[in-house]
């Protein structure tokens, strides 16, 4: 599977912005998940979407304004992040993986397959 996020760059605290992940290649996937990681900070979970049920779940501090979605035609994920903060400045990553199980979702070295990664900056 290879992934390719897109989407980020700079808004004002408070403003939205939509992050996608396309998949291509063989397209199993389990769970996808974004990550994030500031400077100086260890990647950090945000949001999973179980493939086929949809299911999500996010981490505490994104809850109530991140939205985390899947097109399965277009082999494609979103996160939409509203209410952006500046300490949501990050760089976003999407990963993915076949087999992980649900007590490693937040566990970036659980995953198989990643994308490039892409900036989204918070600041006025």
């Known amino acids: 599977v290879q992934l390719q996020a897109s989407g980020g760059g700079l808004v004002q605290p408070g403003e939205s912005r939509s992050l996608s992940c396309a998949a291509s290649?063989?397209?199993?996937?389990?769970?996808l998940s974004w990550f994030r990681q500031a400077p100086g900070k260890e990647r950090e979970f945000v949001a999973t979407?179980?493939?086929?049920?949809?299911?999500?779940n996010y981490v505490d501090s994104v809850k109530g304004r991140f939205i985390i979605s899947r097109d399965k035609a277009k082999n494609t994920a979103y996160l939409q992040m509203n209410r952006l903060r500046p300490e949501d400045t990050a760089v976003y990553y999407c990963?993915?993986?076949?087999?992980?199980?649900?007590?490693?979702?937040?566990?970036?070295?659980?995953?198989?397959?990643w994308g490039q990664g892409t900036q989204v900056t918070v600041s006025s």
């Open positions: 290649g063989p397209t199993f996937i389990r769970y």
């Open positions: 979407v179980k493939w086929g049920a949809g299911s999500t």
């Open positions: 990963a993915a993986d076949s087999r992980i199980i649900v007590s490693s979702l937040s566990n970036p070295h659980a995953y198989e397959y």
